[in-house]
C-alpha cells in the first residue's frame, strides 16, 4: 500500500501501540504519529497492579515494544505531548505547545483516568492512585516504608493491590460502600469467595462503609473517618474507586459521547475520519446486540487492531468476547464474556468451589452468558463456545466435571 496519507493516534497507551502495529502489519506505509502524554513510552498496566508493583517483573517487561522498534517501523512517537483540541473542520490535533498536526484519519485511545474522591483531606500528602507506570512505582515506594495502608474501594485494583500490600508485609484495611467485594461485577455467589481469600490473608474489609474524611497531621494522611464516625489509622491511603473514560476532546469536537466515545462495530465515531478504541471506545457490539464499554488489557490489545483495518477502509466488526484477568495470592482467574448487574439468574459451579480450583457459569434464561475459570488452565476457548452457541445447557451438565467442556456444545 503506498499513500500519502497521515494517520495520528491520540493516547499513548497500549491500545494507541497495538493500533500503531496493526496499521504497519496491514500495509498502511503512510505518516504514522502517536500522541502520548505521559513521558513513557505505551506500556502494559496489569502489571502495575501485580507483578510489577511486587517487584517479580522488571521495568523493561511492562513496555508494549521496545523503544527502537518505533523509528524501525517508522511511527513518530510523541510522548510528552499533550492535545489541547481537535479541528474536525480543518482535520487538526491541536498541541499544547501550540502547534497543530493535521491527519486524514484520526484514532482516539484516550483510556480513562482515575476517579477522586472529594472529601476533606483528599489532597493530602500519601493518598495515592493507581493507574500510570509513576502511580506504581511511587505505591511500591510507599509499601516498603509504611506499616498501615487503607484502601478505598474493593474493585479489581483494590483487590489486587491488596494483595501485593500483604505480601510486603503491610497491614490492609478495605473500605467499600458494598455488602461485598466486586459484588457489581461477579455478583454475590463469587463475590464471596473474593472476600474470604482476602480475609484469610489478614485484610481487615469493612463493608457497607463510606469514607468521609481523610486524616491528616501537617498535610500527611495519618488515616480515614467513615460514616458512622469510625476512624482507621493509616500510613497512606489509596483510592481505587473506578475511572473514567477521558472523553473530553471527543466532546469538545462535538463526537457523540455517552459513557465513553460512542463508535459503531467498525470503531467509527459519528465522524467518518475519527475513530476510537480502547478504554474509551463505547462500542456496538454485534453479539450483545448494544454498546459496551470495556476496561480490560485484552481489550486494549485486540480492539485496536479492528480499528486499524476500519481505518484503512477495511469491512470490519469488532465481536470479540470481553475477557479479563485477576491473581491475587494464589488464587489465578480469568473471565469472559459480560454480564450487567441483574441480568442472570443464577450462577453455577464446575469443581472445587472451597479449593478454588473451579469454573462458574452465569446463566440467563439457562443460557451462558459468562464464565469464570478459577485455577483451572486451558479452558477459555471452550467457555467461549458455550456462550456464543446461545445453547440451553442442563445445569447439571454444566457442573458435572465428568462432562468435557467440548462435549458441552457439538461441533464447537
Known amino acids: 500500500m503506498v499513500t500519502s496519507d497521515t494517520f495520528v493516534i491520540v493516547g499513548g497507551g497500549l491500545a494507541g501501540a497495538k493500533a500503531a502495529e496493526a496499521l504497519r502489519n496491514l500495509g498502511f506505509d503512510g505518516r504514522l504519529i502517536l500522541l502520548g502524554g505521559e513521558h513513557h513510552a505505551p506500556y502494559e498496566r496489569p502489571p502495575l497492579s501485580k507483578e510489577y508493583l511486587q517487584g517479580k517483573t522488571p521495568r523493561e517487561k511492562v513496555f508494549a515494544h521496545a523503544h ?62 493507581l493507574r500510570t ?57 463469587v463475590a464471596q469467595i473474593f472476600a474470604d481469600l482476602h480475609v484469610e490473608h489478614g485484610v481487615d474489609f469493612r463493608f457497607n462503609a463510606s469514607l468521609v474524611e481523610i486524616l491528616n497531621e501537617n498535610g500527611l494522611a495519618t488515616g480515614v473517618r467513615l460514616n458512622d464516625g469510625t476512624t482507621i489509622a493509616a500510613d497512606a491511603v489509596l483510592v481505587a474507586v473506578g475511572a473514567a473514560p477521558n472523553v473530553q476532546l471527543a466532546a ?57 483495518a476500519s481505518m484503512l477502509g477495511k469491512d470490519v466488526s469488532y465481536a470479540e468476547l470481553p475477557y479479563f484477568y485477576t491473581d491475587q495470592y494464589d488464587l489465578g482467574m480469568e473471565y469472559v464474556g459480560f454480564v450487567d448487574p441483574g441480568e442472570y439468574d443464577r450462577v453455577i459451579f464446575r469443581g472445587d468451589v472451597a479449593g478454588r480450583e473451579f469454573i462458574g457459569f452465569w446463566l440467563s434464561n439457562d443460557r451462558v452468558i459468562a464464565g ?33 467442556l467440548a462435549d458441552l456444545v457439538p461441533n464447537s
Request: proline share 4%; glycine share 8%.
Open 68 to 129: 527502537h522498534w518505533y523509528a524501525e517501523h517508522g511511527v513518530d512517537l510523541r510522548s510528552g505531548q499533550f492535545v489541547t483540541g481537535l479541528d474536525r473542520a480543518a482535520h487538526g490535533v491541536h498541541l499544547a505547545d501550540g502547534s497543530v498536526v493535521g491527519y486524514d484519519r484520526l484514532l482516539l485511545t484516550t483510556g480513562a483516568s482515575p476517579r477522586e474522591l472529594r472529601v476533606p483531606g483528599a489532597d493530602a500528602a500519601g493518598v495515592r492512585y
Open 133 to 189: 507506570l509513576d502511580d506504581s512505582e511511587a505505591l511500591r515506594a510507599t509499601l516498603a516504608t509504611i506499616e498501615r495502608l487503607v484502601v478505598i474501594g474493593a474493585g479489581w485494583i483494590g483487590l489486587e493491590v491488596a494483595a501485593a500490600t500483604r505480601l510486603a508485609g503491610v497491614e490492609v484495611t478495605v473500605v467499600e460502600t458494598a455488602e461485598l467485594p466486586l459484588l457489581r461485577v461477579l455478583g454475590p455467589e
Open 252 to 308: 469538545a469536537a462535538g463526537l457523540h459521547v455517552d459513557n465513553g466515545i460512542v463508535v459503531d462495530a467498525a470503531l467509527r465515531t459519528n465522524d467518518p475520519d475519527i475513530f476510537a478504541a480502547g478504554d474509551v471506545a463505547n462500542a456496538f457490539h454485534p453479539f450483545f446486540d448494544r454498546q459496551i464499554r470495556v476496561e480490560h488489557w485484552a481489550n486494549a490489545r485486540q480492539q485496536p487492531k479492528a480499528a486499524a
Open 372 to 404: 469464570m475459570n478459577v485455577n483451572v488452565w486451558d479452558v477459555v476457548e471452550p467457555i467461549k463456545a458455550i456462550i456464543r452457541s446461545r445453547l440451553a445447557i442442563p445445569a447439571s451438565q454444566l457442573a458435572d466435571v465428568g462432562v468435557a
